[in-house]
């Protein structure tokens, strides 16, 4: 599955699963545009992707700062063929020692950040009659629901609905939207964990071990690549078998 002569738009970029997915995407011949809100951490995978990649710094939580990295992808790089919407975070905790303000910042990064990084580059592709493929990072707890993230998993259900509604309105367009749902991933966000609960995970799972970065970055290039071009408004879960439901 080759992407040369394309360009991708990786959000959460800086460290993890976002980080596989552009290295990933890298190394099947796309130019990455990496975004995060991390210097540091975006730095270091340019690092490990090369000259075929940009750092952009960009709070996701700030729309017009999306707007500027828009105008700034097109005007280097033209019209993007891919967007990959990765970015996002979590506290993990019970939803009565939940604040307002983390419920605003899990809103504004995991939901509307990809609605508004979404919106901003169709308006280009769309005006210049270009396809795309558009994937969305969401995750399992937004299709079956996760104990001591009730409203993370709220805001990625909603972006399995917004990437549903949004592939209906844009197949006539040629335009592919589909979701990417990990299950239990070995990123620094699992290590937070406590060890009592990442045990308990990983015997749940019929593999009996953690999704690699990598291997969900597998699934985003296949919807990134001319292999699912018939393929839209769907819904992959990768997570060893943990949620085998609808």
Known sequence: MRLDDKTAV???AASGIGRAIAVGLSAAGATVVAVDRDPQGLSDTVATIGTT???????????????ALRDTVVATHGIPQVIVNAAGFDRVEPFMSNDDALWESLVAVNFLGPV????????????ADATAKIVNIASDAGRVGSLGETVYAGTKGGLIA???????EMARHHINVNC???GPTDTPLFASLPEKVRDGLIRAIPFRRLATPAEIADAVLFFASDHSNYITGQVLSVSGGLTMAG
């Open 116 to 127: 508004r990084l979404t919106r901003a580059f169709l308006e280009p592709i769309l005006a």
């Open 180 to 182: 990417v749902c990990p």
């Open 53 to 67: 990649a940009t750092a952009h710094v960009v709070d996701l939580a700030d729309a017009a700062a999306i707007t």
């Open 162 to 168: 917004f990437t549903k509604s949004l592939a209906r």
């Open 10 to 12: 990786v959000t959460g």
